[in-house]
């Protein structure tokens, strides 16, 4: 079997920079815990990491918690948990790029003038128990109506939302714009 | 022989230069420890604007002016709701303004920004230019300028100039990377506010609205086909204190019909704060009318 079947769980040669020593010690034990080894930044580690604040000229891919520098490989958020931390320094490792999934970016959005599908109030609280999961029958129950009605209602929902099952009827519906006064 | 050399291009080139040597006072480098470096527009001596929601919450940033000297500057305020951010500095420079540009589609326009040394600029047109809108955030932005231009995160904040060499306002970021302008006269309307009492007061009324189609039974009794269903509401808010309910559609708010949230919106500006407004809705099937005091919208 090739290494690579052996998955991601590698003990690997781990360098820590920080320009404080109460970061670094913080940093190593971390490491340690995951069951990487220590090793000095000239000793050929196979990744570094560092608080962004001690660089040094490394040939091993750099996993950095919080700095601005986009040449390393990984950069991570200062507050950044050990399991993130620990599946950056394997994937760098293995040549990926890594970054934090950011909050995505929408802009600066205006307030939809019209909004596309308006729904009727009996919709929305459909779509709303379509949400938890319930069944038509579970709906009707909760709403206190037929689950004919319900059907119909369901119906409604997807032909507006252009959905072709329940799930895509919800994200799509989470999608309509509620705006706070 | 130098005469000869000048053609259309060569002048056209020498023209955005001059453009750029210009502006370029304005531009300033932003720099958040742990973050990317962002662009402002120094807007006047010692205040500098850049958009808002490129910083994280912060206090106080460093600031490179366009000469190359740093100053630390302090978040005087910072408003959502038209995407401007103002710090104060102190000991800047007292920049020369520019004039004041008016928009127009199709227009060449200059955006400026921060490069690790001095400014970048970016060239395009004007897109398209319409009459005032709101923000998601509830701000009121004078004009939707959109520009036909890339812009990167790092040059978002910067000003605007049109081939005049005249200031549009501060360049934002919209939807899908598409590139908007902050109008001049936007950022003047809310730098006060921000400068005085670090943000800018808005009416609120503590629900959370979703446009809604009215059942035809409803239709008749409302007088209108749509009307705003209340989603939630905030506890203690102005609409839970007027026994506004989740449930509830709201058909007019302070005499106007609101079928969209911009109706709401158009109605809450800073002027509303502290009046009684009335909110007529359907409850149950039947019309009522209630009293609200308008309250002042949360930062988010």
């Known amino acids: 079997m090739s290494s690579a079947a052996a998955g991601l769980s590698n003990r690997l040669r781990v360098a820590v920079l920080a320009s404080d020593a109460g970061v670094e010690g913080r940093l190593a034990a971390l490491v340690a815990q995951f069951g990487h080894e220590l090793v000095e930044a000239g000793a050929s580690p196979d990744a570094c990491l560092t608080d962004g604040t001690a660089f040094v000229a490394l040939s091993a891919p750099v996993v950095a918690l919080g700095a601005a520098v986009e040449d390393f490989a990984g950069i991570l958020p200062p507050d950044a948990s050990p399991i993130q931390i620990d599946a950056a320094l394997q994937a760098v490792v293995v040549g990926l790029t890594v970054r934090p999934a950011q909050r995505p970016h929408h802009g600066f959005e205006p307030m939809t003038e019209e909004t596309a599908v308006v729904l009727t109030p009996r919709e929305i609280e459909v779509l709303a128990a379509l949400g938890k999961g319930l069944s038509n029958k579970a709906v009707a129950r909760q709403l206190g109506i037929s689950p004919h009605t319900v059907k119909f209602h369901v119906e409604s929902l997807f032909r507006k939302l252009g959905a072709g099952s329940r799930a895509e009827a919800v994200v799509k519906g989470l999608k309509q714009q509620i705006c706070e006064f | 022989m130098a005469d000869s050399v000048q053609d259309l291009l060569t002048n056209m080139s020498n023209a955005l230069v001059e453009r750029e040597r210009l502006a370029r006072p304005l531009v300033v480098k932003i720099s958040v420890q742990g973050h990317r470096v962002r662009s402002g527009t120094l807007w006047r001596k010692d205040v500098v604007i850049a958009a808002e929601q490129g910083f994280p919450e912060l206090g106080e940033a460093r600031v490179t002016l366009a000469g190359g000297s740093s100053l630390v500057a302090q978040v005087a305020g910072r408003d959502s709701g038209t995407n401007v951010i103002a710090f104060r500095l102190a000991g800047g420079p007292d920049p020369a303004p520019l004039p004041a540009a008016e928009p127009k589609a199709g227009a ?56 005049g060499g005249g200031l549009l306002g501060m360049s934002t970021l919209g939807p899908r990377r598409s590139v908007l302008v902050i109008p001049s006269a936007t950022v003047d309307s809310v730098i006060e506010p921000l400068l005085s009492e670090g943000r800018v007061e808005r009416g609120w009324l503590g629900v959370a609205l979703q446009p809604v189609l009215l059942p035809e039974a409803l239709q008749t009794v409302a007088g209108q086909s749509h009307g705003l269903i209340i989603m939630g509401t905030s506890k203690d808010g102005p609409a839970a204190r007027a026994s506004l309910q989740v449930g509830d559609i709201l058909l007019s708010v302070g005499g106007e019909s609101v079928a969209s949230p911009i109706t709401v919106a158009q109605r809450l500006g800073p002027d509303s704060v502290g009046q009684q407004i009335e909110l007529r809705l359907i409850r149950a099937g039947a019309p009522q009318t209630l009293q609200a005091t308008v309250g002042v919208r949360p930062p988010k």
């Open chain 2, 108 to 163: 060449l326009v200059l955006a400026l920004g921060a490069a690790e040394d001095g400014a970048s600029v970016r060239l395009g047109l004007i897109h398209s230019v319409g009459t005032a809108w709101h923000s998601r955030a509830g701000g009121r932005i004078d004009r939707r300028i959109i520009l036909d231009i890339n812009l990167g995160h790092r040059e978002e904040g910067g000003p605007v100039i049109d081939s």
